[in-house]
């Protein structure tokens, strides 16, 4: 009951910021309808469910949509956070006023006080995670002071409450070379031509890949959080040969530092299966940290350290691996979002020749567009340095070295959504180089994807 007092105060002090911008607002755009005009001033007197009778009318064939829209939203918020509403019923509401915002944003992401008012709205529906998003968006179109700090007491309620999130996704996807290698059919070895083993050759398919995940938060104290979660992601072809598994497990505190920042120190347990069989374990510890820099600038870091274990005849691969990564993602607009990656991994296998440092970078960029489409890009290189000598792949026996150039293209259609989940096409291009034989490629791949944030 405190929990839920304290929620309505904090929707409470942002609704005044709300109704203020309202008034304080050009209104040249609002319908002239005086059936409109009368139920705005429905809702700017508190008479909610009254607004609502009025606006349901008018909403299926009204010219001004996006006003009645709104006012849809406004009231259908108002109706939720009063005390005398049972859940019940509170859910409805909200889910009436999300419906009703979200189809404003679908043709106009661009307004960002609609925007305010959705990120509300999932917020009082628990849906942080969506409620988060909606919320920096709104920061990065520089909204009024008042309005800003309220915006900031959302978030700070969200990671206080946090407890739970999870994530579920399936895709179809065609690819013109699953196991990334090349499809030259000789190798030479001492000048001389031999001729690759066909299931060493490049190969095709249509998979499916499906992943979920979760997580729940348990608090320890005011600035205590303990993680545990779970992932689970599963590409399967036809045939068994290029089927992939792999669990990843966590558990650790996470610590709020501040009203900015916060820090996790997880145990990570994580597991293979290649082709149906168990194919290596790995165990070790991760530490996240992540800081808003800004209302429009928030930076992640991570570093993590896992002994690894292969099956017994695998067994000279087993070693230490070491990774880190820093990047972040900048809100240049409430449309659109720019996020920028670096890292690097160092494995120690007990078998030198496999031993290898990597590096990468990657960045990207995703813009919300009229008519519900999302489209995002983003360009990713890797450099792999191994250790050990290649003869004979190397021709001059030296160690091999890898080059990846991964540029991939997405369109998310935010309109077409069921149940919470929305079709994204992913188009991938993939060309490695080496200087060892058989392992220069190219590779094209598709995804068609239905993806679900909870």
């Keep these: 009951m405190p929990r839920l007092f304290g929620m309505f105060i904090v929707v409470l002090l942002c609704h005044v910021s709300v109704v203020s911008a309202l008034a304080a607002s050009d209104r040249s755009h ?17 008479r909610f469910n009254e607004a609502l009778a009025a606006l349901r009318i008018l909403a299926p064939d009204h010219p001004d949509q996006t006003d009645v829209r709104f006012l849809i939203g406004l009231a259908g918020i108002g109706a939720a956070t009063r005390p005398d509403t049972d859940d019940e019923q509170r859910t409805l509401l909200l889910a009436e006023a999300i419906e009703a915002l979200h189809a404003i944003l ?13 990120a509300r709205a999932f917020f009082l529906k628990g849906e942080d995670t969506l409620s988060r998003e909606h919320f920096e968006r709104v920061l990065a179109g520089k909204p009024p002071q008042a309005m800003a700090a309220n915006i900031q007491r959302f978030l700070s309620a969200i990671r206080a409450r946090r407890r739970w999130s999870a994530y579920l996704g399936l895709s179809i996807a065609p690819d013109t070379n699953v196991n990334a290698v090349s499809d030259a059919e000789y190798i030479y070895i001492n000048g001389l031509p031999f001729r690759r083993s066909s299931n060493a050759l490049a190969s095709s398919g249509i998979g499916v890949v499906g992943w979920s995940g979760g997580e729940y938060q348990y608090p320890l104290s005011n600035r205590f959080r303990l993680r545990v979660g779970a992932d689970l992601i599963h590409t399967d072809y036809a045939g068994k040969r290029f089927d992939r598994t792999f669990a990843l497990m966590h558990l650790g505190p996470r610590f709020l530092v501040d009203r900015d920042t916060e820090v ?21 510890t991760r530490v996240e940290v992540e800081r808003r820099l ?35 993602s900048y809100l240049l607009t409430p449309t659109v979002r720019g996020d920028f990656f670096v890292g690097a991994w160092r494995e120690r296998p007990k078998s030198e020749v496999w031993r290898n440092a990597s590096f990468w970078a990657r960045v990207g960029a995703s813009v919300a567009l009229p008519w519900g489409f999302t489209v995002g890009s983003s360009g990713e290189l890797r450099w792999v340095n191994y250790e050990g000598r290649w003869a004979p792949f190397t021709l001059d026996g030296s160690s091999r070295q890898d080059r990846v150039l991964i540029a991939r293209a997405s369109v998310l259609n935010r309109a077409l959504t069921t149940f919470g989940f929305s079709p994204q096409l992913v188009l991938v291009y993939e060309a490695g180089k080496s200087n060892a034989q058989g392992f220069e490629y190219r590779r094209n791949r598709a995804e068609l994807r239905v993806v679900r944030q909870f």
Excluded: C, M
């Excluded at 609002?30 to 508190?46: I, Q, T």
């Excluded at 996790?264 to 165990?283: E, I, K, V």
């Design 30 to 46: 609002l319908s002239s309808d005086p059936r409109v005009k009368h139920a705005r001033a429905l809702v700017e007197r508190g």
């Design 264 to 284: 996790s120190l997880l145990a990570a347990g994580r597991r293979r299966w290649l082709a149906g069989s168990a194919w290596s374990y790995d165990l070790g």
């Design 106 to 118: 679908i043709n106009r992401p661009d307004l960002v006080r609609v925007r305010l008012e959705l």
């Design 294 to 328: 800004g209302p429009r600038l928030t930076a992640y870091g991570r570093a993590s350290w896992y002994q690894r274990r292969y099956r017994r005849r695998n067994a000279s691969l087993d070693g230490p691996l070491f990774a880190g990564s820093l990047g972040g």
